[in-house]
């Protein structure tokens, strides 16, 4: 009998990314990485892949072959990787459900400032007098769900930029710069150094009858824009300073998230010449805009 079977097991962040591919190689038809600790990661830097330091890993199997059969397979391969981790004498078996839709059911839609985030594939009538953003999540970073996202979302409700360039650094999954197009920004440009997060976004600007150039970092132009918006996180916000100075327009916005309330003082001093509008903070999470001096 054909039965969705789970395995977990628990290791050191090092040995995550091997015994994936063991799992994988021993048929897994997925492979869930989660927190095994208290090591919470939150906004990486972009293009970075960081584990925990303990991680526990659960492979979902579906198949035929007896727990005995998977759980020697998956032994034979840790022998030879050279891993002293004891597998459990079963698997656990789960509940039939409809694994895709309940997959699908977690991401909800959510009312952020003016917009409306959806999943395409969701029905739900969309609330009066707020902005549709359609959005695939799973491609890249960024559903809209965390606090400095919401926080971009806002500061774009508050200032439309409505017939204005815009680059949105670090583009990840592309909601923030749909949701400049979705105001009516007259070009948008997505710059991200992850190959995948450039295709997520032409995917979900197309969701949105929109069209955004995509960049990697080596082709950036001299151009200026009229806002500047970065969601990234502190260290880059910090040294890349004079490349999101530059890519602003004199009298052009910039806006920065992705930085702890206390890491504020630390990325304003990056900025000499921008003049700051007061700190927008949530959940411990802070969002800079301010003014190139013309």
Same mark, same amino acid.
């Given at each position: ?47 970075? &892949?960081? @584990? ?20 020697? %397979? ?9 891993? $002293? ?7 656990? @078996? ?28 969701? %029905?739900?009538?969309?609330?009066? %007098? ?15 769900? &965390?606090?400095?996202?919401?926080? #971009? ?12 360039? @815009?680059?949105?650094?670090? #583009? ?9 197009? #979705? ?25 949105? &009858? $929109? ?21 990234? &996180? ?43 509008? @007061? ?7 802070? $969002? ?7």
């Amino acid at each position: 009998m054909t039965r969705f079977r789970q395995l977990t097991i628990s290791a050191t962040g090092d040995q995550a990314e091997l015994l994936e591919e063991l799992f994988l190689l021993a048929d897994a038809k997925a492979v869930t990485l989660v927190d095994d600790g208290n090591s919470p990661i939150f906004e990486p830097p972009m293009g970075s &892949h960081p @584990v925990w330091q303990q991680t526990k890993l659960q492979g979902l199997f579906y198949d035929q072959r007896p727990d005995a059969k998977i759980l020697g %397979d998956l032994a034979t391969y840790f022998e030879r990787a050279n891993i $002293l981790i004891e597998l459990p004498k079963e698997l656990t @078996v789960l509940a039939d459900q409809d694994w895709v839709r309940l997959s699908l059911d977690q991401f909800k839609p959510i009312k952020i400032g003016g917009f409306w985030v959806k999943p395409t594939w969701n %029905d739900e009538p969309t609330p009066q %007098d707020l902005t549709i953003l359609n959005l695939d999540p799973g491609l890249a970073f960024g559903t809209g769900m &965390h606090p400095t996202t919401q926080l #971009c979302l806002e500061w774009f409700s508050a200032n439309p930029p409505s017939f204005q360039t @815009v680059m949105d650094f670090g #583009c990840g999954s592309g909601i923030l710069g749909i949701a400049a197009g #979705c105001l009516g920004a007259s070009q948008i440009t997505g710059l991200d150094i992850d190959p995948q997060a450039l295709i997520a976004t032409k995917h979900n600007a197309k969701l949105n &009858h $929109l069209v955004i150039e995509t960049l990697l970092p080596d082709q950036t132009s001299s151009r200026t824009f009229d806002v500047v918006i970065a969601n990234i &996180h502190v260290n880059p916000l910090t040294e890349l300073a004079r490349t999101l100075t530059e890519l602003t327009r004199p009298g052009g916005k910039i806006v920065m998230a992705g930085l702890l309330d206390e890491q504020a003082p630390q990325v304003k001093a990056a900025y000499p010449a921008i003049t700051f509008d @007061v700190d927008q903070s949530r959940e411990g999470w802070t $969002l800079l805009s301010g003014t190139k001096t013309e």
